[in-house]
């Protein structure tokens, strides 16, 4: 038979509150709990990862398509600037994660497989020209070119 977090999630959790509030903590799913309290930190990860590149997309799309440059790119730009701002102000601990070789990587290889789908072009530098001061500086734009496109 499932159990309740299996079948309705919001009416576990809720159901959890309310257990952990009456001090019946002999009654708590102590394992899913676990598991939710390791999901939020997960999630918060992905979100920091997920607005990174679609920075890093958009500072690539700036760079390698001058003539589309406007005001839609820029805006995307300082939105996903000052959402990974706000995202490192609110969990001090992401900032770990800027200096993770892997997680760059990664993140890096979802930006310019986005921006190659995007601009038609084929291949992008193996790893990010820009400096993280660059991509998070509010007023920095890459210059236009192909520095950010190999051969």
């Excluded at 919001?10 to 676990?34: K, N, P, T, Y």
Aim: glycine residues 6%.
């Amino acid at each position: 038979m499932a159990s309740q977090y299996e079948t309705d999630i919001v009416a576990w959790a809720s159901e959890q509150a309310r257990l952990i509030r009456a001090g019946r903590f002999d009654l708590l799913d102590l394992e899913h709990i676990a598991e939710e309290i390791e999901d939020v930190g997960k999630s918060e990860q992905r979100e920091l990862a997920s607005r990174m590149a679609i920075l890093l997309l958009h500072l690539l799309k700036w760079q390698v398509q001058p003539e589309r440059q406007g005001n839609s790119w820029r805006l995307t730009i300082r939105n996903q600037r000052r959402g990974v701002a706000r995202r490192l102000e609110d969990t001090p601990s992401l900032r770990g994660k800027l200096s993770d070789t892997r997680w760059w990587s990664d993140v890096w290889d979802e930006a310019t497989a986005l921006a190659a789908q995007e601009t038609g072009l084929a291949a992008f530098a193996e790893v990010c020209p820009w400096s993280l001061d660059e991509i998070l500086r509010e007023d920095w734009f890459p210059e236009s070119g192909d520095s950010g496109v190999t051969a």
